[in-house]
């Protein structure tokens, strides 16, 4: 079995792109994995089926990041059904895209509400249940350290604010042996943003390697944070890009 074997973890907005390759690798690394989902309950089974293929156990939980009683909710009742938390993974995530000054007041809150608030709200419902050697991983943005073009100001802005997030829980949860981090992915082949989609050539241009990264990729960093190489790796930021940030 992997690194993570008898441990459960929580993957917020699992049923599609990263959070589901997080989720199936975390599975293959031995955890029992809880995913969330806003809409797409067959889509979040199809992930449930990838984990227990694997043979593990897999729940889906239909939780909208926007609403804090439901991410705490989703938190208590992973630990209450697969019977304990391990791994916290803060993944949900909208993609707010125009013009700052066109910004208005709904999408400023939801977009603060769906990365900021939720990914608070729900390491505090986990820092109930995790012990040590307990993971907290959120997923943030490259677009947090350099914005690279017009238009992301929010994004960027919400994303950022995972930074502090991170650093700050690193101080409060590591005399009980958790660690914190934050994985910042860049252009990642994903529905949402295909390397052969609209500006994909454009995205590729700003990396040093000349290339999008897969799901499979930062998933990949996540496991190692994760398990017990990760242990002594808090209160930071790590870039995916492909060195788009180098």
Do not use: C, W
């Not at 909208?64 to 009742?77: E, K, L, M």
């Not at 897969?214 to 995916?240: K, M, N, P, Q, W």
Request: no cysteine; charged share 20%; hydrophobic share 45%.
């Amino acid at each position: 079995m992997g690194d993570l074997t008898g441990r459960v973890a929580l993957v917020t907005g699992g049923s599609r792109g990263i959070g589901a390759a997080v989720a199936l690798r975390l599975a293959r690394e031995g955890a029992d994995v809880a995913v969330t989902y806003l809409a797409s309950a067959e889509r979040a089974a199809e992930v449930v089926r990838s984990i227990e293929k694997e043979g593990r156990q897999g729940l889906a939980v239909q939780a909208d990041s926007a609403d804090p009683v439901a991410v705490a909710a989703a938190v208590d009742r992973t630990a209450a059904e697969l019977g304990r938390l391990d791994v916290l993974v803060n993944n949900a995530g909208v993609f707010p895209y125009g013009p700052f000054e066109e910004v208005d007041l709904a999408e400023l809150d939801h977009t603060l509400a769906v990365h900021v608030r939720s990914a608070f709200v729900a390491a505090q419902a986990a820092s109930r249940h995790l012990g040590p050697g307990g993971r907290i991983i959120s997923i943030g943005s490259n677009l947090a350290e350099r914005v690279s073009a017009p238009g992301v100001t929010l994004y960027a802005m919400s994303k950022a604010a995972l930074t502090g997030l991170t650093r700050g829980l690193a101080r409060e949860l590591g005399p009980r042996g958790i660690t914190v981090n934050v994985v910042q992915p860049g252009s990642t082949d994903t529905d949402m943003n295909p390397a052969d989609g609209p500006g994909a050539d454009g995205q590729r241009a700003l990396t040093a390697l000349g290339s999008f990264q897969t799901a499979e990729d930062v998933a990949a960093t996540v496991a190692h944070l994760a398990g017990e190489s990760g242990r002594t790796i808090t209160g930071i930021a790590l870039l995916v890009d492909s060195g788009a940030n180098a």
